[in-house]
């Protein structure tokens, strides 16, 4: 830094405010300084910097299951969110919900001295072992989420499905059947529970329910049953990959969709409006998340104290795989 400072014609501090874009440096000086920090191939040290500051600027993160569509978008998020607010994202992916392993991956953040950690671990037993942890550092929550939990964000999954079911029960149909996803989920069992209030709310019985395992491969198997029952005109899928094989299942019997059955998704994942036909779906406030969970981590080390939940609303993007039910 005081090689910089010297080519720059500036104090050592002048540096410093440049290279933590203080307001107070004239644009001028600011200029000089960037130069002679291209012109020298300066970089920051990050550990003097921890050791100076007794800060790291690091966040760490736990998630599993980053191939599905949501948990890895919510780690995208998380790391923008992180980078915007000048922190770091460490991210350390668990494969299966062993104690040891979670203690493990929390061992490795906290090597690297992270200042927080943000978990996104949806499975009912990893999620109970992660609350029950006891670290030197805040822990933020960002899957599987329910009101009234101290230091976590997340999205109503209960109203996302709600409004999925709502829709299809708008549209005319009576009774709307539900391909779950695994319900040692949490967020399996909080779509599930939508789609019942739905129709309780209505005085309705919901239609069947098939289970899922969140891969087109269990959809399209719950597909071949819901089209061999006849009474079945719309479905309430849990996820968007498993929607796509109910489809197909369905294409194969010649159930026509919309003018046959009806097919709501959930995720709004970047390939929905091209399936055949264009998929209606729950989007997911992933970014407004990221941003949410590291804000709370960022009061969490400002003092601030109490629960602190923050759930966010879904909303419903209507497609061309739902309409009226059947004439019959």
Same mark, same amino acid.
């Given at each position: 830094?005081?090689?910089?400072?010297?080519?720059?014609?500036?104090?050592?501090?002048?540096?410093?405010?440049?290279? *933590?874009?203080?307001?107070?440096?004239?644009?001028?000086?600011?200029?000089?300084?960037?130069?002679?920090?291209? !012109?020298?191939? &300066?970089?920051? *040290?990050?550990?003097?910097?921890?050791?100076?500051? *007794?800060?790291?600027?690091?966040?760490?993160?736990?998630?599993?299951?980053?191939?599905?569509?949501?948990?890895?978008?919510?780690?995208?998020?998380?790391? !923008?969110?992180?980078?915007?607010?000048? &922190?770091?994202?460490?991210?350390?992916?668990?494969?299966?919900?062993?104690?040891?392993?979670?203690?493990?991956?929390?061992?490795?953040?906290?090597?690297?001295?992270?200042?927080?950690?943000?978990?996104?671990?949806?499975?009912?037993?990893?999620?109970?072992?992660?609350?029950?942890?006891?670290?030197?550092?805040?822990?933020?929550?960002?899957?599987?989420?329910?009101?009234?939990?101290?230091?976590?964000?997340?999205?109503?999954?209960?109203?996302?499905?709600?409004?999925?079911?709502?829709?299809?029960?708008?549209?005319?149909?009576?009774?709307?059947?539900?391909?779950?996803?695994?319900?040692?989920?949490?967020?399996?069992?909080?779509?599930?529970?939508?789609?019942?209030?739905?129709?309780?709310?209505?005085?309705? +019985?919901?239609?069947?329910?098939?289970?899922?395992?969140?891969?087109?491969?269990?959809? &399209?198997?719950?597909?071949?049953?819901?089209?061999?029952?006849?009474?079945?005109?719309?479905?309430?899928?849990? *996820?968007?990959?498993?929607?796509?094989?109910?489809?197909?299942?369905?294409? !194969?019997?010649?159930?026509?969709?919309?003018?046959?059955?009806?097919?709501?998704?959930?995720?709004?994942?970047?390939?929905?409006? &091209?399936?055949?036909?264009?998929?209606?779906?729950?989007?997911?406030?992933?970014?407004? +998340?990221?941003?949410?969970?590291?804000?709370?981590?960022?009061?969490?080390?400002?003092?601030?104290?109490?629960?602190?939940?923050?759930?966010?609303?879904?909303?419903?993007?209507?497609?061309?795989?739902?309409?009226?039910?059947?004439?019959?």
């Amino acid at each position: 830094m005081a090689d910089v400072a010297a080519l720059a014609g500036v104090s050592h501090q002048t540096v410093s405010r440049v290279l *933590n874009d203080a307001s107070l440096v004239k644009e001028a000086t600011r200029t000089r300084v960037l130069d002679a920090i291209r !012109e020298l191939g &300066y970089r920051r *040290n990050s550990a003097a910097r921890s050791l100076a500051t *007794n800060r790291s600027g690091r966040i760490g993160m736990i998630s599993a299951h980053l191939a599905l569509h949501g948990p890895s978008m919510i780690a995208v998020a998380v790391q !923008e969110a992180g980078h915007d607010a000048g &922190y770091d994202v460490s991210l350390v992916g668990v494969s299966d919900f062993a104690p040891e392993s979670l203690q493990g991956a929390v061992d490795r953040l906290l090597d690297e001295a992270v200042e927080a950690l943000v978990v996104a671990v949806a499975h009912r037993d990893a999620r109970e072992r992660a609350l029950s942890l006891d670290l030197p550092v805040p822990m933020v929550l960002v899957q599987g989420v329910s009101a009234g939990q101290a230091l976590a964000a997340g999205i109503d999954q209960e109203a996302g499905a709600r409004l999925a079911t709502e829709h299809l029960l708008d549209l005319g149909h009576r009774h709307v059947a539900h391909v779950t996803g695994p319900l040692a989920w949490v967020e399996a069992g909080q779509r599930r529970a939508g789609w019942h209030q739905a129709h309780e709310r209505r005085q309705l +019985l919901p239609g069947p329910e098939l289970a899922g395992d969140w891969s087109a491969g269990s959809g &399209y198997r719950a597909g071949q049953r819901i089209a061999e029952d006849p009474e079945v005109t719309a479905v309430f899928v849990a *996820n968007d990959a498993m929607a796509l094989g109910v489809l197909k299942a369905l294409h !194969e019997h010649g159930r026509a969709v919309p003018g046959d059955i009806s097919v709501v998704g959930f995720d709004d994942v970047p390939e929905a409006a &091209y399936f055949w036909p264009g998929l209606t779906t729950v989007s997911q406030a992933f970014s407004e +998340l990221g941003r949410s969970a590291v804000a709370l981590a960022l009061r969490a080390l400002g003092g601030e104290s109490g629960p602190a939940t923050q759930l966010l609303e879904p909303t419903l993007v209507v497609r061309g795989s739902t309409g009226s039910p059947p004439t019959r």
